[in-house]
């Protein structure tokens, strides 16, 4: 059942990333400052982290492929980078474990690396002109900016949402 609980919230989450990043696109002149939300990649993240490694790949296959077909300029590219960066952040997390600073640190990183990737992927495709200092000043700065004000606000929910299930777990099996 909780399992289930982990999907919903998880499908809630993407449906928010795609209400905020149609909400609050800036133009200033005649450059688009993009906002890209990450809502689903942070709570994978956390998800790895916090409950296990099985439940976060399931989710982050389920969860990239939904995205993929939503978004569908290119299938496999989220579920991809989905899979890898909660196999990077399995991987390399168990050295600071449950420490919320490198945590939140290493979330961010996490988009910027999922951001980078996309573009790239997209550039090589073709499907997008890739300029580097643009793409700094005009996305990645923006995102990262937007990224650490959902993280701060869905941080404390997901984690206390945990508790609360794990507390429940706990009570029933005594």
């Known amino acids: 059942m909780r399992v289930f609980y982990y999907f919903l919230i998880g499908v809630i989450l993407f449906y928010i990333d795609t209400v905020i990043g149609l909400i ?8 688009d400052i993009i906002f890209v939300p990450h809502l689903t990649l942070m709570y994978l993240l956390i998800i790895c982290v916090f409950r296990s490694f099985g439940v976060s790949i399931i989710l982050a296959i389920v969860l990239g492929a939904i ?7 290119f299938y496999g590219l989220y579920l991809f980078g989905y899979i890898l960066l909660v196999v990077i952040m399995d991987f390399f997390f168990k050295v600071f ?4 600073s490198m945590l939140f640190l290493i ?6 690396v ?5 573009a ?3 550039s090589v495709l073709g499907l997008v002109q890739f300029m580097f200092i643009d ?3 005009l ?7 937007l990224n650490l004000i959902l993280l701060i606000m869905l941080y404390p929910l997901i984690t206390k949402f945990f508790r609360k299930t794990q507390l429940k777990i706990d009570t029933n099996q005594r």
């Open 114 to 118: 999922m951001e980078v990737y996309v």
């Open 120 to 122: 790239l992927i997209y």
């Open 135 to 137: 793409f700094i000043l």
């Open 107 to 112: 979330i961010l990183l996490s988009t910027v």
């Open 139 to 145: 996305r990645l700065i923006p995102t990262i900016i």
């Open 97 to 100: 474990y449950r420490d919320n």
């Open 67 to 73: 995205t993929d077909l939503y978004f569908g300029s």
């Open 24 to 31: 609050i696109p800036m133009h200033i002149g005649n450059k």
